[in-house]
């Protein structure tokens, strides 16, 4: 009762004292502990007050799984009901349609008892499911106290007990856990596919605390297989091609090899190694699994970029075998050679434009998307005019030759000074070239790794 005391029943000398005290149900604010102190006579204390402090039953969090696009998981756990409520807000797109939030003993899949969210066709449902290794495999249906659809946003509240006696449904509060989250699309029936989006948290998450939950997104293979083939194409690519196409009358030699020749081949075989090093990261990123998605131009890009991998290592080992100069099918080589590089790299430029404008949209990065549309199409509007005048000036350069040729008779070259002025301009060409293609590859890289 307010105003009441407790004193001791025995005079003998004591350093301390214990006692329980039931609280009411409605604890009064303010409500304290005034205590005296009594060491002798003339020696005591009065007035000691302790202000009254309470574990609560009942402790929240919440989780801010991505800081692209819209994923928050909250939860309230209830020590006196011995349940806790979860709701996921997640924002939903034609390759994001489902959420699904892992209990693990570490950061990666397998073993994990899972709690998922998804939406299809205006409906959202609930279940449990558990990851065996990498196949996941549905335990029973999870009952929602609210699952909605409105403006783009799925909402989903549930309940459930924190003790759920199945081994594949873990318990709560028992236990720290990593939490796992992955995203990806849903096909007819709810049938989940290939998730295009992870986050993990940082470190053991213990129900019973309310502390900050920091998330590590992992998407570093993904940015590392868009970098490959940035630097692939964007650089190498387009400076190897360059060089074979327009640089042949710049009469240098490294190592005792014409200068175009060897810039062509060493940045087309790095080229070549990037792409397949992009292509072995993006394996490892989707597990070996062919993603996929929805929208036309996603669908697009595996398949174009599957194409490119595989002629980008036939189109060298043609080269390899190609005839001598004055074999009589030597100009059919040189016609298939050139005509899959360009075709090589059209392709290459076209995967680019569709793979970061695909994860952009993915994870809802519009600045990304905006900044990446612009340098790209700068790009490619320069490689086309790029093309255009350097074609021009070779057309030129050949009729200049054959005006020489008619007006002088017996003789097949132009006179000394006309060869060193071409020489000059297709050497500044060239390294004017290969500084615009370097900034571009930097431009882009930057822009990959942009901050939303």
């Known amino acids: 009762k307010p105003n009441s005391a407790l004193t001791h029943t025995s005079k003998e000398l004591k350093s301390s004292l214990s006692f329980n005290w039931t609280s009411p149900i409605n604890i009064p604010s303010g409500l304290h502990f005034d205590s005296s102190v009594v060491e002798s006579y003339s020696v005591f204390w009065t007035n000691l007050r302790t202000p009254l402090t309470t574990t609560p039953s009942v402790t929240t969090n919440t989780w801010k799984c991505s800081e692209n696009f819209e994923c928050q998981i909250s939860w309230i756990m209830d020590k006196a009901s011995k349940t806790t409520n979860f709701e996921f807000n997640f924002e939903v797109t034609t390759d994001r349609s489902y959420i699904a939030l892992g209990l693990s003993e570490d950061t990666d899949m397998g073993s994990d008892s899972v709690m998922e969210c998804l939406y299809h066709n205006g409906n959202v449902k609930g279940q449990y499911s558990y990851n065996e290794r990498i196949d996941n495999s549905k335990v029973t249906d999870l009952i929602l106290n609210n699952g909605r659809y409105d403006d783009g946003l799925m909402t989903c509240n549930f309940t459930r007990d924190n003790v759920m006696n199945n081994s594949k449904i873990f318990d709560i509060g028992q236990k720290q856990w990593y939490l796992l989250v992955a995203a990806g699309p849903v096909k007819d029936g709810f049938v989940k596919r290939k998730h295009t989006f992870t986050a993990t948290s940082n470190s053991r998450i213990d129900f019973l605390k309310q502390d900050l939950v920091v998330s590590e997104e992992s998407e570093i293979l993904t940015h590392l297989h868009g970098v490959s083939m940035i630097v692939a194409w964007v650089f190498f690519g387009s400076v190897g091609i360059f060089a074979a196409r327009y640089s042949k009358s710049i009469n240098k030699k490294l190592c005792k090899i014409m200068l175009w020749f060897q810039l062509h081949r060493t940045f087309m075989v790095l080229a070549m190694l990037l792409t397949i090093l992009g292509f072995i990261l993006i394996f490892i990123q989707n597990e070996g699994e062919y993603s996929e998605l929805h929208s036309t131009s996603a669908k697009a890009h595996p398949i174009i970029g599957i194409i490119v991998t595989i002629f980008v290592i036939v189109n060298p080992i043609l080269g390899y075998f190609r005839p001598g100069k004055d074999h009589p099918k030597r100009i059919y080589f040189n016609w298939v050679h050139s005509m899959i590089g360009t075709v090589l790299m059209i392709l290459a430029d076209v995967t680019i434009f569709i793979g970061v404008l695909m994860h952009s949209k993915m994870e809802g990065v519009n600045k990304m998307y905006k900044a990446f549309v612009i340098e790209m199409s700068l790009f490619l509007v320069y490689k086309f005019v790029a093309g255009c005048g350097m074609e021009i000036m070779e ?47 930097i431009a882009l890289i930057a822009t990959l790794f942009m901050n939303p």
Do not use: R, W
């Open 395 to 441: 057309y030129c350069n050949q009729d200049k030759v054959s005006s020489y040729e008619m007006s002088t008779p017996g003789q097949n070259k132009p006179p000394e000074l006309e060869v060193n002025k071409e020489e000059k301009v297709k050497t500044i060409m060239l390294l004017v070239h290969t500084v615009i293609c370097l900034a571009f590859t």
